[in-house]
């Protein structure tokens, strides 16, 4: 009696395993969303912050942002926000304004003001050869001032003085899938120091001497740079990280490879340090954020390939996110919006080369 029982549970016990193992889990989804839980609400948040350039014009269109953020992670997560604007452009924003982005943010929004000193050309720059670049290379001030904010100055700014994680977001984006973890947390746990989604070659007509000046940098710090740096990602082969470190490199051997950093997660040190800061300087000196218009992804991406190993620097390739319409992979889970892409978007798994 009491072994056909045991048999009887065994049998149980057997046909509920195979259950778990054969049950049909479906084509699309390739992971659930219990890790969810993972991370919300146990006081363990890492100190980061979820940081925005906001101009006037584009209050609508952050806020359609934020709102994305929320829903996607950041309700669960509760990273708090600071929007950055322009000396004195929170003025321009009216109290709806405020008051809808207070409320789409839980009131963990707070904005800071970027001095005019932050953001204006600085006084060594020759006004009249700005004035001609502009009509020559087009961009305005303001598309420059903020690749120059971004190259070298946000993260100096105090609202950014006390988290260790700053994960910067542009307006003009969207996530079109859940993400199930915590970003900074999975960096954390990699040991890495910066995320990012997608890599995307940058143009040189707007900076043509950019190359010349990062190779210049590089000949005359050598003794600053760490060994392990890889130098691979922005200069083409060994040759060309040759002449790079020589200081006779230019666009030839410039691989033009950047981290598309609309989405940029990074940890304060890769910024402040003695060779990213010297770095700027030197750029900034040299004048071509407004001589030409010298972007700070590939000035992010030149600073980074020389200070860090390339496992410092990981891609997240799960979270469905999109920048201003551009092409983006539509991963295989089953809260995204986005349809599965069978051809993800070129360039996208072009992964730093060691
Ligand atoms: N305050 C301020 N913010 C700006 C200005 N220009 C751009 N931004 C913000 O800086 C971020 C990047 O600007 P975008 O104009 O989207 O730059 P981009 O994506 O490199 O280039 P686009 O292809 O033109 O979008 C966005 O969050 C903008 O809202 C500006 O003149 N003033
Ligand atoms: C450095 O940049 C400046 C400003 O664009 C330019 O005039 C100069 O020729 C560049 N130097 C090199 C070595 O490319
Ligand atoms: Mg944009």
């Not at 924003?93 to 970027?114: C, H, P």
């Not at 003009?172 to 970003?183: K, L, N, T």
């Not at 082969?237 to 200081?247: T, V, W, Y």
């Amino acid at each position: 009696m009491a072994a056909s029982r045991a048999r009887l549970y065994l049998f149980f016990g057997l046909f509920v395993f195979a259950l778990i193992l054969f049950y049909p889990t479906g084509k699309v989804v390739t992971r659930t969303y219990r890790e969810y839980t993972a991370y919300s609400n146990t006081g363990n948040r890492p100190n980061g912050v979820i940081f925005m350039l906001m101009p006037p014009s584009r209050v609508h269109q952050a806020q359609l942002a934020l709102l994305n953020v929320e829903n996607r992670f950041n309700r669960r997560l509760q990273y708090p926000y600071v929007l950055f604007m322009v000396e004195d452009e929170i003025n321009q924003v009216s109290d709806e304004d405020k008051e809808k982005i207070n409320w789409i943010t839980q009131g963990r929004a707070t904005f800071a003001a970027v001095p005019y000193e932050s953001w204006n050309v600085p006084d060594f720059y020759d006004k009249s050869k700005v004035e001609e670049s502009l009509h020559t290379i087009g961009f305005s001030l303001g598309y420059r001032a903020m690749c120059r904010f971004y190259s070298g100055l946000f993260w100096r700014h105090p609202a950014l003085a006390q988290y260790d994680w700053l994960w910067r977001l542009d307006t003009d984006i969207e996530f079109h899938c859940d993400v199930p973890y915590d970003p900074i947390q999975r960096l954390i746990d990699a040991n890495a120091l910066v995320g990012f989604v997608q890599i995307n070659p940058d143009a040189d007509f707007v900076q043509p001497t950019l190359s010349g000046n990062v190779s210049q940098f590089l000949a005359q710090n050598a003794h600053l740079l760490p060994s392990h740096a890889n130098h691979g990602f922005v200069w083409n082969g060994r040759e060309g990280i040759e002449k790079a470190l020589k200081g006779e490199a230019g666009n030839h051997e410039w691989s033009r490879m950047t981290f598309y950093n609309n989405f940029e997660i990074s940890h304060k040190s890769v910024w402040e340090n003695e060779l990213y800061k010297k770095f700027f300087d030197f750029l900034d000196r040299a004048g071509g954020f407004f001589y030409e218009r010298w972007s700070d992804a590939p000035i992010h991406a030149f600073g980074l390939a020389m200070s860090l190993r390339k496992e410092q620097i990981l891609q997240f390739t799960d979270l469905g996110y999109q920048h201003q319409g551009w092409a983006y992979e539509c991963p295989k889970l089953d809260r995204c919006t986005c349809k599965y892409d069978e051809e993800p978007a070129r360039g996208f798994y072009d992964n730093a080369p060691a």
